[in-house]
């Protein structure tokens, strides 16, 4: 059935993509989300919704649904290398708002966000966008299967590696400033992890951290510092574990277990540390949000925060503002401060994550 409905499209099911399709749908569009995964994609250890990002929440009425998800978090204990505890860290202590901060899986916030987004909303999973040309009016676009379609706007919400990014702003060496730290997480042996606890070993430039909330399983993330770019095949997950275990050979604690797990680790994901920095997040009828456009890199704790806040106030702009690029402008003004001072915090984070020198902690 036609409509006389503005429209758009969304690239990316996650945090950043779903709360845009809640909000944009609420501002009277028709709402299409392109992800290439065949579901909104799962894993990642627990994250944390803080400061502003629970006001979006709260306007989204999710908040209490966030809240009853949160973890029954003890903090974090810092181990050494035969795994006695020799420093302890609460959630509270890093809080923006010191008792309201939500400490939640990340499975459960993206849950909580897909199921908000829903009714209306048309979702094609396992494709992605392969052609885009935009005039002053539309962005018309080819899709991997073959079908077409035509936005009057497109939100890029695909992540670190955003491909919107790519076809519209340019290569991501443009954009991306490498941190010096590599990083992976993965599923581990309940039976590794401490109850409702986060426990971090260090040793110069490396961190090993598993978390367990009870759930069956316990979520590993290990970083270590490189100052040199070590290239790898994005596709070749072997060649990513070899990295890994190079990296962590000599290390103490569970390091070793951990190693072997990984081998056959569900949901391994590794990755560079690096933050997006662009000058500009719009670019004609194409928006960029969340990681695509500003991520800050995991030392900061708050890439959730961001993409949750982040797509909150740019739908504000478009849906108060019938001129799409003035609200453009008014999103890339009135959000950068906040974004380079975050962004800015991650040095400060990766000392006390990954320390150079035990000092350091
Ligand atoms: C599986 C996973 C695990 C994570 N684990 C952690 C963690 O443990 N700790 C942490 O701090 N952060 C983690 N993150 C990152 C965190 O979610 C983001 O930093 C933050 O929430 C910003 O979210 P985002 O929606 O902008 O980006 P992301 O959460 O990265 O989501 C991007 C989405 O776009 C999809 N996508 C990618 N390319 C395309 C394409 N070409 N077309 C269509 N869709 C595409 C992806 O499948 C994904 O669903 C994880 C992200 C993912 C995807």
Request: hydrophobic content about 40%; overall charge negative.
């Amino acid at each position: 059935m036609e409509t006389n409905k503005k429209t758009v499209l969304i690239s990316g099911a996650s945090i950043a993509g779903l709360t845009m399709a809640y909000w944009m749908k609420y501002y009277g569009y028709e709402v299409t989300v392109v992800e290439v995964s065949s579901s909104p994609r799962m894993g990642g250890t627990p994250i944390d919704v803080r400061g502003d990002a629970l006001d979006s929440a709260n306007r989204m009425g999710i908040l209490e649904m966030i809240k009853n998800s949160r973890l029954p978090s003890m903090g974090l204990e810092f181990v050494n290398s035969q795994g006695d505890i020799e420093g302890r860290m609460l959630i509270d202590e890093i809080s923006i708002r010191p008792g309201e901060d939500v400490e939640i899986r990340r499975d459960d916030l993206v849950n909580i966000l897909y199921a908000n987004a829903q009714g209306e909303i048309e979702y094609k999973f396992n494709n992605k966008i392969i052609v885009l040309e935009q005039d002053e009016n539309k962005v018309a676009i080819t899709f991997e299967d073959g079908t077409t379609g035509c936005y009057d706007l497109l939100i890029g919400a695909d992540g670190l590696h955003s491909a919107v990014r790519k076809m519209v702003f340019g290569p991501e060496e443009q954009f991306a400033h490498f941190l010096n730290f590599y990083f992976t997480i993965m599923q581990v042996d309940a039976a590794l992890g401490k109850e409702n606890t986060g426990q971090t070993y260090n040793s110069p430039n490396h961190m090993a951290t598993i978390y367990y909330y009870n759930r069956g399983f316990a979520d590993a993330l290990l970083a270590f510092k490189s100052s040199e770019r070590i290239n790898y095949d994005f596709r070749d997950t072997a060649a990513q574990k070899d990295i890994v275990i190079n990296a962590f050979k000599n290390e103490g604690w569970k390091v070793p277990m951990l190693l072997e797990i990984m081998q056959n680790a569900k949901n391994f994901y590794f990755d560079q540390g690096c933050q997006i920095k662009m000058d500009s997040w719009t670019k004609g009828r194409v928006a960029l949000i969340g990681d695509a456009a500003y991520a800050p890199g995991f030392p900061t704790g708050m890439g959730v925060t961001l993409a949750l806040q982040g797509a909150t106030v740019l739908a504000d702009f478009i849906g108060k503002n019938d001129n799409i690029e003035s609200a453009f402008d008014q999103y890339n003004n009135s959000f950068k401060d906040f974004v380079n001072a975050l962004q800015a915090t991650v040095y400060d984070g990766l000392a006390f994550l990954i320390p150079e020198t035990f000092e350091d902690k």
